[in-house]
Structure formats: C-alpha cells, structure tokens
C-alpha cells in the first residue's frame, strides 16, 4: 500500500478534488492507497471537510493546533503513514498527481532515492529523480526532490511516536 501525505494549510475548498484526482489516478492503476491529509492549523473549514472525507474510508487527518510549518506537517503524515512506500503531494495539485504512479512503479522496481549511510538525499540522486520524473516544464521551474518523493520506507528510517501538537480523525483506514 502508498501512503499519500498532504500537508494543507487554509485549503478546504480544494480538499474533495485533491483527494478524488489522487485516488482516481492511483485506482486507474491499480495501487492501493492511504491518503493523509495534515492540517497545519488552517483558519479555514479545512478540518471540517478533512473529519468529513475520512468518513468515505481510506482517508486520514492529522490536525496540529497551530500553524508549525510544511515541514513538520510532512514529518507527521510520514510518522503516521501506515503504507510499504510514501510520497508527499501539496494539497493544491501544482504537481501532476500521474507522477506518482511513475515514482510508485520506480520503488516497485527496487529503486530507492538515497544512500544508506546518511538516510538522505544525495545531490547526485537527487538530480537523477528530477530528471527522470518532471516534464520539462517543471524542470524549469525551482523543485527539490522533498516536494516530490520522500524516500521509500521513510517512516521506518525515521519512526517517531507522535507528538501532542497533533490529533488524529476519529475514522481509520
């Protein structure tokens, strides 16, 4: 199973069509998938209509009491990711979401985007995935790889338990 994390702040009104594009492109082909939606403090509805998709099933939420940041709203949704693999996607859609499955059949393949000893990125991996995995537009445009992919197995590389800046939704996957 794909863990699908999406970190969102102050994003309610796109949240139903995030999360139907996503689930659409990985059923068409075929990978089961976790979608995990974090709050990051939104000011908005954006909670409310998070509690209200993971009612459907196979949608989560994570909601922090306050804005701390993309990066710790990315960190959550990994350490609570219950997936083989995890990949993070803004919550707007700005990156194609067909992508995934690309990166997705990459890891399936045995490809994992970083070295062992440090557990990071290397630059050299780094350009490699951009290079293989971005249309040429999005090569243009300023992307690192952490908006792209998070390495495979992640969450078991960084396990975590949890912090009390967060709750989760009352329905599981």
Same mark, same amino acid.
């Given at each position: 199973?794909?863990?699908?994390?999406?970190?969102?702040?102050?994003?309610?009104?796109?949240?139903? %069509?995030? =999360?139907?594009?996503?689930? @659409?492109?990985?059923?068409?082909?075929?990978?089961? *998938?976790?979608? #995990?939606?974090? !709050?990051?403090?939104?000011?908005?509805?954006?909670?409310?209509?998070?509690?209200?998709?993971?009612?459907?099933?196979?949608?989560?939420?994570?909601?922090?009491?306050?804005?701390?940041? %993309?990066? =710790?709203?990315?960190?959550? @949704?990994?350490?609570?990711?219950?997936?083989?693999? *995890?990949?993070? #996607?803004?919550? !707007?859609?700005?990156?194609?979401?067909?992508?995934?499955?690309?990166?997705?059949?990459?890891?399936?393949?045995?490809?994992?985007?970083?070295?062992?000893?440090?557990?990071?990125?290397?630059?050299?991996?780094?350009?490699?995935?951009?290079?293989?995995?971005?249309?040429?537009?999005?090569?243009?445009?300023?992307?690192?790889?952490?908006?792209?992919?998070?390495?495979?197995?992640?969450?078991?590389?960084?396990?975590?338990?949890?912090?009390?800046?967060?709750?989760?939704?009352?329905?599981?996957?």
């Amino acid at each position: 199973m794909l863990s699908v994390v999406i970190p969102v702040y102050n994003e309610g009104a796109v949240l139903e %069509k995030t =999360a139907s594009v996503i689930r @659409g492109v990985l059923s068409d082909a075929a990978i089961g *998938c976790e979608l #995990i939606f974090v !709050d990051d403090g939104s000011k908005d509805a954006t909670w409310e209509k998070i509690t209200a998709l993971s009612a459907s099933g196979g949608i989560r939420g994570l909601h922090f009491s306050r804005n701390f940041g %993309k990066e =710790a709203a990315i960190l959550a @949704g990994l350490a609570a990711a219950k997936g083989d693999c *995890c990949v993070v #996607i803004d919550g !707007d859609l700005q990156h194609p979401p067909e992508k995934i499955v690309e990166m997705y059949r990459l890891w399936e393949q045995g490809f994992v985007p970083h070295d062992e000893s440090t557990m990071g990125v290397t630059p050299e991996t780094q350009e490699q995935m951009i290079k293989m995995m971005l249309t040429e537009e999005d090569q243009l445009e300023d992307v690192t790889i952490k908006q792209w992919f998070s390495p495979a197995f992640f969450q078991s590389q960084f396990g975590t338990t949890g912090a009390p800046c967060w709750h989760s939704s009352p329905t599981t996957a």
